[in-house]
């Protein structure tokens, strides 16, 4: 099959899709390295405030000794972190960068009233383009009729479902 408008159409539509998932992913690490430090920020603060208890504050000799245990948590869960953090966050960034690329030059290939369409439909939808599969749609799973099907087989122009105003591909 050859590469038409609307495939093109779909392969950007992706393409935005996966980019957007890798950096969803980026900003969950970004927030778990934010989580770390003010647990250790908190903890340390701790210690600061209670200082060196009296010996008989027995009271304040527990809160230092959990307030210790807690830092050296943080620093623990710290270390694994940065270890998983090294892999996973590498491959996110290649994978972010790949599908930004791609978009770009799917983007390229498409007319500006192609890309109205899909914002204006998107507007009120998600996945605004899909493809067709056994005789349906992909959006909303409906069957296509005789007439939508041998419209979009001949694929000449952007064919939309009549159930769901989707672009079909
Ligand atoms: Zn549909």
Redesign the pocket.
């Known amino acids: 099959m050859k590469m038409t408008e609307a495939r093109n159409l779909l392969e950007w539509h992706q393409a935005k899709v996966r980019g957007a998932a890798a950096q969803r992913g980026l900003d969950e690490w970004r927030a778990r390295e934010e989580e770390l430090a003010a647990r250790r920020k908190e903890a340390e603060a701790k210690i600061k405030r209670i200082g060196i208890p009296a010996e008989n504050d027995i009271d304040n000799q527990i809160a230092l000794k959990l307030a210790q245990q807690e830092l050296w948590l943080v620093d623990k869960d710290t270390e694994r972190f940065m270890e998983e953090r090294f892999e996973k966050e590498f491959a996110l960034r290649e994978s972010k960068q790949e599908w930004d690329e791609k978009a770009v030059e799917r983007e390229a290939a498409l007319s500006r009233e192609k890309l109205e369409l899909y914002y204006k439909i998107g507007e009120n939808i998600q996945n605004p383009v899909?493809e067709v599969k056994r005789r349906s749609?992909?959006?909303?799973?409906?069957p296509l009729s005789v007439v939508k099907m041998e419209e979009w087989y001949k694929g000449k122009t952007l064919v939309t479902?009549?159930?769901?105003?989707?672009i079909?591909v």
Do not use: A, I, P, S
Not at 161 to 166: L, S, V
């Open positions: 899909v749609c992909m959006g909303c799973f409906l479902c009549d159930e769901c105003g989707r079909l």
